[in-house]
């Protein structure tokens, strides 16, 4: 029983940190955020360590670990809110890799692993994905949803349309189309997505956190850095448990994916709700002790805290899975749709 | 205890509604430039003013209506009932006129005030500095006296319509050897030169609503000193005051109508019978009915005491609560759909986020309430 | 319009404040409490003063005064958490003044203002109504409950299981019988029932606020009175915002009986609902500024706890009031029963 | 990272389980007298002492089983999840011996140890005054040098087991002159003396859990003094610290266990398809399974460190929040019944309202989650 990451672990967490902070510093996610595009060279320098294929069997030309070293990078990549298709295609791999055919994987997952030929996935609400990350530069698109087939649609067979959304840092459209069925087991695809998307929203209140402490040190009112009132230091000591507690959901998720599938309905959607109620309060949180100046554009904040929103509402809102907790937990299925 | 009107009251409010629905602007068009916005509102006031509805609270020699407190709250309600776009000069009407009124000489009403209501003249405000948000006493903006001029030099932030504004009502230290509260003096800026520079302060929404002032050596008159060097705290916490009793009417009808709406968003989703859904309508309904007896329950301690009290740091407070919860769960009914832009309530979520913020912080509106209504300590 | 009391509901306040303030004190209520029955004496003067009466038309001997009235003497018996049969005999007389046929109303009102035959309500849950205040003591129990007729059960036709609740400046027990129907409008009763409950709740809420703000202005901690920190000041106002909203809506509900019928039913769900909500909270909210001290039974606290949470279950649960409210707002009935 | 038990721990865990499970006391009789309860808990003690179960965490120099922490924790966890009434030296066993194997000279641990195990002497813990509830510090019980002895006088105050303990581990002032935490030692005080009075607290639950204690020139003898003259600081914190990170495994099978009786209890009531009552039960599932992933984490933690750090308290303060949440749920839950107490949801209701105070206020362990985790400055 050791909750630590081991050496490889460590080092990939490192790894990520030094180097989004070098790469992704904030000027960079706000010229992307602005310009409405990513930057190619990150992405590529992301290809070049591995991470596209972190999680995919070297057959298909990944590195064959696991989804809790998908979480280690997600988590960094949310931390430096990093603008990149890494996780639509992350998703899409895992889609890919527990629910398609073997003919599909070996057809799509070298694309993913190499970033040559990305996917994305998107969730069905009557007949069309609202809200697809990465859509319109993906080679394909895996698009689910309840009582519907998992399929997957080439990118020439989907109708694409671009949508504005409050979080720059991603681009997003609305996917509609058909395409090839998916034999195997989405959930156990989409249930790791979500480990990935509860990660990212760790690492997005991690950061959030992180800004609010250090801007209630320095910060004076009254003579006093504002770190010292209560209102403001018990604010901070909650963003805390908050945040370590998307953290072990989080960490339990991809264990769980990694080692004891049969807990993984639970953890997901477990880490996937506290950290969407989660990944929301402590940005919004870090807002308030900031004041007028993370209000501003000019602060870098606001990339955060409508990362942290949007990631929240994508694959199934804290509710949905709120629920799906509570069937797991024994009260068996709902009779309505949870908003 | 009486909560309906009186037949006088009844009358006004059938001679405001008459008013609004006879001369109505309509929508703001959509698609106008800033400018045609602004001329838009420029021209609404000076309707409200021929139909004698500009400074409906101030005295009738001052060019206002001479309206009751409750006569004032009435058309504040019907106006925001009516959705009609608020007046151009708005900081003056509601704050910069009657702080003039209460602490300004008589030849200063003179040259200030019918512009005001003409909105000839535009004023802003300069409180707020970036190193003094909540705590306003420390400001750091320096004025001078030279002659028969002051010279300032210092930095403003959050000032609505600086772009547009002839006077800005700025505080600034005029002495710092004392106290730090009591080295503040209250002027009229003439925002008209070359020395004070606006800058626009994008938000997370992405508009511009506020601004940046850099002003660098201007001059003040020594006329423009509003109530008497040295007295700039007290005359600036009056200017508050009437902010927070003024506004909380427009802010109750303003949540009504949004909680109307987010009703309709209901039905539109099918969700009218979503147990969830209907607690927190529930909830919301409820609380903003509360806010809107409050505001009135306000006003009934005014006529009372002579003066609003600290229990309008509540009002403010508790609109913040509601509306950052309503905005909150437009975006959970929208589901997948909440954070695309394509609709109006994902901006009012974002900007919903300053309201804890502005016009007092919510912490410090706390400490107002312990301090002066229940009569904890301070802290400091 | 005007939120103020006139001149003669004033005087009624502060004449109950002060007949309470020194016959009610805390230590009657723990004396009255730990014995398991009221004080005769208190009830018999309260008789005296006329409050039993107090809404009732002159005909049958009340005062023919209004809800208002009503509500401002049930704050203050809640502010004093004073034990009596009070609120029963006041609801029971709401239930047949605005439920009852001419011959019940005549029959039936006159004990109830006189006090000499006093009367309580219960709502029925499957066939029986759970929790009755101060039923053993009545000459009659309305019965009331969704889908059932409302009905005047005689004490002696009446099935009466005494039942201990955290409550001990009340009694209350298990009731059922058959009895004559009220051909009325029982809602009409129960709504007004409602507002004087929140009448209550708000009293309380404004007591515990009160000894929380004196301990917090007394108690020092690491040199200084602990209300100046604000973990504790900051929740003391939040107690004045609960307590104040409480205040407004029971206000609004009281006057809306009296002048606004029409606009009651929302009034008395939107007062029982939040003061609900703000008698729960505010009390446990004074309990942890009070600390240790506030958890002992030597400490008067619990009184204002437990009444107010108990008065929280009454007639009708706070979320059940809020699904009332959306109701009313326009979101047409429910299709599952609230919790 | 590696969340599954390696073989040696699977093999201890199924050990403990055969254990109990052979060993199990059955649930307490009902109807006991008080004292044939803590007789029934001091037999349960002396069967896990011959079976080897006291002390499972000290070392087996002392008596106890040399445990690792995650022997422990598992210890801790199947004994809670037995539903096994606590041993009756819980006290002793989790704070008092640990305290004096840090901080005890040879002679002490050896004249006081083993009557720990074996439950002949029973220990309770004066460190709370009236006056000093969140700030330790301030104790003004007083201790003065008498010859050999020291004679202590003063009001202690939640002191649990007070009228069975033999030994009552006090941290009283040796000397005012110094700053507040440095003039205080920690003594061992024998309570079967006249100048010890007992009284019992009775709580709002009705239950009398906990005493006050009523000191008035008590005798101790020179060598019971723990750790040295005025170190009484440091030796309590090692006591507190012991509680906190030694109680929380117990604490979140206890959650669970609550947890799985209320969804019992939703099922009776045939509430399992109401999504207000899903969404409870998602959200209380939920952070009760981060409560005992944060528990390992904490451990983890302390392996890697060699100690409990600041985040213990994270754990404490998060298990009264859900515990709070849980139960007023229940309330919730049982609708008009809830007042009643003829069900022990009330009684466990009442009870949660003193977990964000016991062991720590909630706003005390925010306190040192904002200081010492986060580094924020100190408002003292």
Redesign the interface.
């Given at each position: 029983?050791?909750?630590?990451?081991?050496d490889d672990?460590r080092s990939i967490k490192s790894t990520a940190r030094e180097f989004l902070a070098s790469r992704s510093k904030f000027e960079k996610v706000r010229e992307c955020s602005e310009g409405g595009h990513y930057d190619e060279a990150i992405w590529k320098e992301m290809i070049d360590l591995g991470w596209a294929g972190i999680f995919i069997p070297e057959q298909y030309g990944g590195q064959e670990l696991g989804v809790?070293e998908l979480v280690i990078l997600q988590e960094e990549l949310g931390y430096a809110v990093t603008p990149s298709p890494f996780f639509s295609n992350a998703a899409a791999g895992l889609m890919v890799l527990h629910a398609g055919s073997d003919e599909q994987k070996e057809r799509l997952l070298p694309g993913v692993a190499s970033g040559e030929a990305t996917g994305t996935v998107g969730?069905l609400?009557d007949g069309s994905a609202?809200?697809v990350p990465d859509a319109e530069a993906a080679s394909f698109i895996v698009l689910a949803g309840e009582g519907d087939t998992t399929r997957i649609v080439e990118a020439g067979d989907a109708k694409i349309e671009h949508?504005?959304?409050?979080?720059g840092t991603r681009s997003?459209a609305r996917v509609s189309g058909e395409g090839e069925e998916m034999p195997g087991d989405a959930g156990a695809g989409l249930d790791r997505a979500c480990a990935a998307l509860a990660a990212e929203l760790t690492g997005c209140s991690q950061r959030a956190m992180e800004m609010a402490?250090e801007y209630?040190?320095d910060r004076?009112?009254?003579?006093?850095?504002i770190?010292?009132?209560?209102?403001?230091?018990?604010r901070?000591?909650?963003m805390?448990?908050e945040t370590?507690?998307a953290r072990?959901?989080t960490?339990?998720a991809g264990?769980a994916a990694d080692?004891?599938p049969e807990s993984l309905p639970?953890a997901a959607s477990?880490a996937k709700?506290?950290a969407s109620d989660a990944g929301w309060r402590v940005t919004?949180s870090s807002?308030?002790v900031h004041?007028?100046?993370g209000?501003?554009?000019?602060h870098d904040l606001?990339f955060l805290?409508?990362r942290a929103?949007?990631d929240g509402?994508?694959l199934g809102?804290a509710?949905w899975?709120?629920?799906?907790?509570?069937?797991i937990?024994?009260?068996?299925d709902?009779?309505?749709?949870?908003? | 205890m009486d909560l309906t009107l009186s037949p006088d009251e009844q009358a006004f409010r059938d001679e405001v509604r008459a008013w609004i629905s006879d001369n109505h602007p309509g929508k703001e068009p959509e698609g106008l430039s800033e400018d045609d916005q602004w001329k838009f509102r420029v021209d609404w006031q000076r309707q409200l003013h021929e139909g004698g509805w500009a400074g409906v609270s101030w005295p009738k020699e001052y060019g206002g209506r001479g309206a009751t407190l409750i006569e004032s709250a009435l058309f504040n309600e019907e106006l925001a009932a009516s959705r009609a776009p608020g007046p151009a000069n708005v900081l003056a009407l509601a704050m910069g006129g009657p702080t003039l009124i209460g602490h300004g000489s008589e030849e200063q009403k003179e040259r200030f005030l019918p512009p005001i209501l003409t909105a000839e003249e535009i004023w802003c405000q300069g409180f707020s500095e970036p190193e003094s948000g909540s705590d306003l006493a420390s400001l750091k903006t320096k004025a001078v006296k030279d002659g028969d001029d002051w010279v300032v030099t210092g930095q403003k932030v959050w000032t609505t319509y600086a772009h547009h504004a002839k006077w800005c009502m700025l505080v600034a230290r005029t002495d710092s050897e004392v106290a730090k509260h009591r080295g503040l003096t209250y002027f009229l800026m003439d925002m008209e030169q070359e020395e004070v520079q606006v800058r626009p302060l994008r938000q997370i929404t992405g508009e511009a609503e506020f601004n940046e002032l850099f002003i660098e050596e201007a001059r003040i008159p020594d006329e423009n000193v509003i109530g008497g060097v040295g007295n700039g705290w007290m005359v600036a916490i009056t200017t508050l005051m009437n902010e927070r009793s003024g506004l909380a009417f427009g802010l109750q009808v303003r949540l009504k109508i949004l909680l109307g709406q987010v009703i309709d968003l209901v039905k539109e989703q099918g969700l009218e019978k979503d147990p969830l859904v209907r607690q927190r309508i529930g909830q919301l309904y409820t609380e903003s009915e509360i806010m809107r007896l409050n505001a009135w329950r306000g006003l009934t301690g005014i006529m009372k005491t002579g003066q609003p009290g600290p229990e309008g740091s509540l009002g403010k407070w508790h609109w913040s609560d509601i509306n950052q919860a309503l905005t909150e769960f437009t975006m959970d009914l929208r589901g997948p759909d909440a954070p695309a832009t394509d609709s109006e309530f994902t901006f009012e979520f974002l900007r919903a986020r300053a309201n804890s913020i502005e016009g007092g912080t919510t912490e410090i509106l706390k400490n107002i309430v312990a301090e002066r209504v229940l009569g904890l300590p301070k802290l400091r």
């Open positions: 029983m050791n909750f630590d990451f081991d672990q809790v969730i609400h609202p809200l949508r504005d959304t409050i979080d997003f402490v209630a040190k004076k009112q009254f003579e006093r850095p770190g010292a009132y209560q209102g403001v230091s018990h901070c000591a909650e805390l448990l370590e507690g072990a959901a960490y339990y264990w080692h004891e639970a477990m709700a506290y919004a807002l308030q004041g007028g100046i209000f501003t554009w000019e606001h805290l409508k929103k949007t509402h994508l809102g509710s899975h709120r629920d799906r907790v509570a069937k937990a024994g009260l068996g709902a009779v309505i749709a949870q908003v | -």
